[in-house]
């Protein structure tokens, strides 16, 4: 069984919806959430982390967790052209020291 | 903004080569890391380095592999006898913290061709 697992999309929205790009991970022992951003040929870039079972909003973003359904989700707000990428959702467990656990990431295409 | 750098951002080698690939992490971070991404698949975690010393490995972190940081500054990764299947993006990693809170911050990576 996978750790992490993304639907790999793709997932295409209009400019100005709301995309929803969810994740789901196999270990009961993960505790911290992390979801990246990676443009094509790029670096993972941090857009949010979140501990605790809840919603965290950061500007157009909002990440939701939920540890009962071991269920990990993003949604952005307003979509522009510019959030097309790659989403990667990376968990953190502990029995583990701060090794970030992937998934394969959801390609977002926001259409103007 | 404080940034991890990565040198080179490519290099082409010929099997069986050695390769050093060259980081230096944020500054007042402690904790360094080596992840890789082969074309396509997902980024995968190879190593993490605290205290001049592996924290933790994965089962893809094998002799071949070697980190090191040889000054106040650099956080290297030497592959030895590169393989065709070592193709991947490198990227270098740092935290200011350990522990699950710990954020870790990606570098630009360096994409390594073994022909």
């Known amino acids: 069984q996978k750790e992490v697992e993304q639907n790999s999309g793709p997932l295409s929205v209009p400019e100005g919806a709301i995309a929803s790009l969810n994740c789901t991970y196999s270990?009961?022992?993960?505790?911290?959430f992390f979801w990246y951003r990676q443009y094509s040929g790029k670096s993972p870039e941090l857009i949010m982390s979140?501990?605790?079972?809840g919603d965290k909003e950061d500007g157009r973003f909002t990440a939701q967790l939920n540890k009962a359904s071991q269920y990990v989700s993003l949604l952005i707000r307003d979509s522009q052209p510019s959030d097309s990428a790659t989403y990667l959702c990376a968990v953190k467990k502990s029995s583990t020291l701060g090794r970030l656990y992937f998934g394969r990431g959801t390609q977002l295409t926001v259409w103007p | 903004e404080p940034e991890v750098t990565q040198t080179p951002s490519h290099q082409v080698t010929q099997m069986g080569q050695e390769v050093i690939l060259r980081c230096v992490p944020i500054?007042?971070?402690?904790?360094f890391y080596w992840y890789r991404q082969i074309l396509g698949q997902k980024v995968e975690f190879l190593v993490s380095?605290?205290?001049?010393?592996?924290?933790?490995k994965s089962e893809i972190f094998d002799d071949q592999f070697s980190v090191e940081r040889p000054d106040g500054s650099n956080f290297t990764l030497k592959i030895r006898s590169t393989k065709l299947e070592d193709s991947a993006m490198y990227f270098c990693?740092?935290?200011?913290?350990?522990?699950?809170?710990?954020?870790?911050?990606f570098g630009e990576g360096s994409r390594l061709t073994v022909l």
């Open positions: 380095f605290y205290n001049n010393e592996i924290s933790e």
């Open positions: 270990d009961r022992g993960s505790q911290s």
């Open positions: 979140i501990y605790s079972n």
């Open positions: 500054s007042n971070h402690l904790y």
């Open positions: 990693a740092s935290s200011d913290r350990a522990g699950l809170t710990g954020e870790l911050f």
